[in-house]
């Protein structure tokens, strides 16, 4: 099974920009997705790109962030711009398919994730 491993997050001021890396420890042939939960709150679906780079957003996230991938990398990316304090989450990456009612993952389980905490 291949490993996920999140970095990038940390402490931003509103309106700043962060970026988040999801390296693999190995190729990563399916689509990938970025995926945050804030205290309290569910889980949800941030990004997701397919493995020919196709991509698709959350509303609330469009216009400000930007998924990509580096195939030969094995990594996965989310540019976060324009950052609100309600970004502010635990941000997670996995391996997903789309199914008939969207986007699901392929692995049961999570990585630690990385901390996006935006400030007022």
């Known amino acids: 099974q291949v490993q996920l491993v999140e970095s990038g997050g940390g402490l931003v001021q509103a309106g700043g920009s962060l970026r988040l890396s999801c390296a693999a420890s190995g190729s990563i042939l399916n689509a990938m997705a970025w995926y945050r939960q804030a205290p309290g709150k569910q889980r949800e679906l941030v990004a997701a790109?397919?493995?020919?780079?196709?991509?698709s957003y959350a509303e609330f996230v469009k216009g400000r962030f930007t998924i990509s991938r580096d195939n030969a990398k094995n990594t996965v990316y989310l540019q976060m711009s324009n950052l609100e304090p309600e970004d502010t989450a635990v941000y997670y990456c996995?391996?997903?398919?789309?199914?008939?009612?969207?986007?699901?993952?392929?692995?049961?389980?999570w990585g630690q994730g990385t901390q996006v905490t935006v400030s007022s």
């Open positions: 790109i397919t493995s020919g780079g196709t991509t």
């Open positions: 996995n391996v997903v398919t789309r199914g008939p009612t969207g986007w699901r993952t392929l692995r049961p389980y």
